[in-house]
């Protein structure tokens, strides 16, 4: 992508248990929606087909959908980049248009970005770690500027069914070599597996009938005399919408007796199964925003000559174990309450906090416990303008550095919340929030937010949306469900 200096959208959308994805050749799920202030409202999301399309199928493909039930000009002429993050959180299998025009509904990408062999199996450990696939989609637009760099964050879940259980195929010195055929049999629900005899060779045959259209992990191992699993003979996913029997094979009758003494306890031999399948897709909502570049957690491959030493990789990449294990660290210490000092009452609830993590994280609470306010003498602060909610979810952002889900009403409360106890990135998180959700329906709430907290650039952008859409409609329609001293703002 061109001009990587310019401030752009970037939505980062992690899939995980993403092994267990079940569709089809030219099926697809996809992220969570996510808006744009600057381009009037519209609604963008990211469309995945596990499998491909017909003519690249056993390719992932990705695409980026303009919706088209949303607001936003007719057309937008939108640069892009898709790419997938490998476990370092650098892109790869990175694809890219320039002044592509959408309209509503259009859909945009690229059907053979990168292959199933490499991600499930060559290259694994770093597109897939922990099950987990991780899409970057980078836009900025034609014309359109963004007063920042901005990111969001979005999850999606592919929830999985798990089954444990023990199965006691029986006495094995009742099963006969020259008889070959079934020696046990199963049934879990309303499945059945039925393992099979076929002349040295031991097989699991599994019939599935409780399962549409769904992935599975078949895992059996033997339970051995020491009480655990010695190893899993079966670990496989398994796909296949129309057959529903499957036959497999477990192990050899001679390995079994060459190590009687471990795998057959007592002349049993009983197995250890696992069976794994998925039940659908949570689409969780953007849940998370980050601004301004300093938190860019990605670097970009830009041309370089060939004597240019590598970029370093950003600071907060090599940082991110020791990040987390400080931010669990700080959400256990708040959690558990350990050497607390101080007591914030909101009505009749109260929680303990910390004086430091206060002093460090607001100017405000720092002012108030460096005096001889009547807080600091009777260690408490009494908070009647807050709700507890609201004031615990402030709190987790003072220890954990995470403002966590939002929402409008959220949103507004920890906006609040921000302003007053100065906690200038919270209030920046919460501002950005409202600025991508803003909409004909909830403009006027932003300017009342803007002008009660005195900021100028929150009522700019709600007056520039009004102002784009009276360019398209006419101030009156525009204004005419506002009140009078909006119309004069927006008018004048």
Known sequence: MENEDRNMFVYIWKIENFSFAWQEVNEHFTSPSFQICATEGSSWRLKLYPRGILSTKNSLSLYLERESNVQGPVYLSVDYELSFLKSDGTPGYTAAEKACVLGKGQTSGFANLISREEIFRTKKSVFLPDDTLTVQCRISFENIGLARQ?????????????????????????????????????????????????????????????????????????????????????????????????????????????????????????????????????????????????????????????????????????????????????????????????????????VRVHKAVLCARSSVFKAMLTSNMKETLKNQVDISDLDMDTVRRMLAYMYTDTAGDLDWETAKKLYFAADKYDITMLKRICSEFLKINLMAANVEDILTIANTHADEELKNVALKFLQCKANRQGSRSCTQTLSNSYAKLILK
């Open 150 to 350: 901005i990111q969001a964050f979005a999850k999606s879940t592919i929830w999985i069914h798990r089954q444990l259980f023990l199965w006691d195929a029986g006495k094995f010195n009742y099963i006969s070599p020259y008889e070959p055929g079934i020696f046990s049999a199963l049934s879990f629900q309303t499945n059945e597996m039925v393992l099979n005899l076929n002349e040295d060779s031991i097989y699991v045959h599994l019939v599935i009938n409780d399962l549409v259209n769904r992935m599975f992990r078949l895992r059996i191992g033997i339970l051995d005399s020491n009480k655990s699993t010695s190893n899993f003979l079966i670990d496989e996913y398994i796909f296949n919408r129309e057959k529903r029997s499957i036959k497999t094979l477990l192990i050899s009758r001679s390995k079994l007796l060459q190590r009687k003494d471990l795998y057959l306890p007592e002349d049993h031999l009983i197995l250890h199964c696992e069976w794994n399948y998925s039940r659908g897709v949570h689409v969780g909502q953007v849940d998370c925003h980050a601004y301004d570049k300093m938190f860019t957690f990605y670097t970009f491959n830009k041309k370089k000559d060939s004597n240019e030493s590598p970029l370093p990789i950003a600071h907060s990449l090599c940082c991110a174990n020791n990040y987390n294990s400080m931010k669990t660290d700080f959400q256990n210490l708040h959690q558990e309450g350990t050497l607390s000092d101080f007591t914030i009452k909101v009505g009749s609830e109260t």
